[in-house]
Structure formats: C-alpha cells, structure tokens
T-cell receptor, first 114, second 111 residues
Framework: ETGVTQTPRHLVMGMTNKKSLKCEQH?????MYWYKQSAKKPLELMFV???????ENNSVPSRFSPECPNSSHLFLHLHTLQPEDSALYLC?????????????FGPGTRLTVL | AQSVTQLDSHVSVSEGTPVLLRCNYS??????LFWYVQHPNKGLQLLLK??????LVKGINGFEAEFKKSETSFHLTKPSAHMSDAAEYFC?????????FGAGTILRVKS
C-alpha cells in the first residue's frame, strides 16, 4: 500500500463505547497529525506527533486519546464520546513537523456517535 | 492572529469557463500558503504551495495561484473548468508547526 491509510472508513458507536481509529503512513515521514472535519467548519487540528513525540495538543478533550507507537502508525482512542463528536477524522503525515512541509492526507474515518 | 478567509462557500461554473476561488489571509509575517482539494469520500490533496519564491505558483491539473502581499490574497484560478474539478477546495497558511485552514469552497461544474 502507498500513501496514508486509515481504518475503519466508517464507524458508528454509542456514547459508552470504546473504539480506536488507526492511521498508517508508508511514506517514510516523521510527523503525523489528527484533524477533525465537521460540516460547515474549518478543518481543526487536534494533535501533532514528530518522531513519536506529541508536539501539539490543540485543547482536545480527554475523551480523545492519541497514541503514536512509531513514526508510521498513529491511533486515536475514543471513549465516552458525545454526539457532537460525529465528524470526519483525517490523519495526515509530513516529512517533518514544519508547517511549510506538504501534508499527505488519508481518506478519513467517518464517525457517527449515537 | 493567523487566519484564512475563503470568500465564497460555493462557486458554480460551466464546463470550459474560468474558475476563480478566492482566499484572503491574515498573518503577522509572510507565511507559506497552500491550496488543497478534497473530492467526495477522499482525503485532501495538495494542489500547490507558495513559499516566498515566485509569486505566481503553478500547481497540478492546470491550477495556479498568485500571492499578492498588498491585498493579502492568494486566489486560485484555472482557465478552463473540467467536470472532474468539482470538489471542495481549501486554502491554508503555515503557522509555526501547523496549518490553519479556511472553511472551504465547494466548486460545482455544470455541463
């Protein structure tokens, strides 16, 4: 596989469920990102990792818990979510975590919280 | 504060006619600027980027954008729209180690 992949592509969960989103990049990049894309709102950066270390947490509620075991994999663990958390969650990677580096995006996970 | 404003939420053009998607930015310095495109059920793909070299930037699929510091603008253009250009377009600026995105412009191309 090439590029950035995300699984699952669609997820429906109840507010008491625990689930995880997975992202994998096959580009040899060092930085990885989680974004939230809600209808009628700009893309919101959630987390940034560079060489497995978290460098940015954009005031994200603790019910979202990221994990970056290595530079190729990024997870987003979900617990006790709210209906307003329903959105498209996009993962991206870049060579480094400088803003001017091109970010490559995965296709996203469409999350619905009931 | 760094911000990006995309002036039109929707733009509709006929196939074969020019495309203009407008983007204004606010920044305390001269930032790097980007245009991304998102087709339905896909992630974002980079169209082009400006990083303080030539002010007219050419991208993929015939798109180009011009950086105008005096107008704080970075509008995206294409001489002739194609049906496959129908998508959502995002303007973004670099801020530290992250990108700040505009709200997006949905481009509709009529046959």
């Amino acid at each position: 596989e090439t590029g950035v992949t995300q699984t699952p592509r669609h997820l429906v969960m109840g507010m008491t469920n625990k689930k995880s989103l997975k992202c994998e990049q096959h580009l040899g990049h060092n930085a990885m990102y989680w974004y939230k894309q809600s209808a009628k709102k700009p893309l919101e950066l959630m987390f940034v990792y560079n060489f497995k270390e978290q460098t940015e947490n954009n005031s994200v509620p603790s019910r979202f818990s990221p994990e970056c075991p290595n530079s190729s994999h990024l997870f987003l663990h979900l617990h006790t979510l709210q209906p307003e958390d329903s959105a498209l969650y996009l993962c991206a990677s870049s060579q480094d975590h400088r803003g001017r580096d091109e970010q490559f995006f995965g296709p996203g996970t469409r999350l619905t919280v009931l | 504060a760094q911000s990006v404003t995309q002036l039109d939420s929707h733009v509709s053009v006929s196939e074969g006619t020019p495309v203009l998607l407008r983007c204004n930015y606010s920044s305390s310095y001269s930032p790097s600027l980007f245009w991304y495109v998102q087709h339905p059920n896909k992630g974002l793909q980079l169209l082009l980027k400006y990083t303080s070299a030539a002010t007219l930037v050419k991208g993929i699929n015939g798109f180009e954008a011009e950086f105008k510091k005096s107008e704080t603008s970075f509008h995206l253009t294409k001489p002739s729209a194609h049906m496959s250009d129908a998508a959502e377009y995002f303007c973004a600026l670099e801020y530290g180690n992250k990108l700040v995105f505009g709200a997006g412009t949905i481009l509709r191309v009529k046959s």
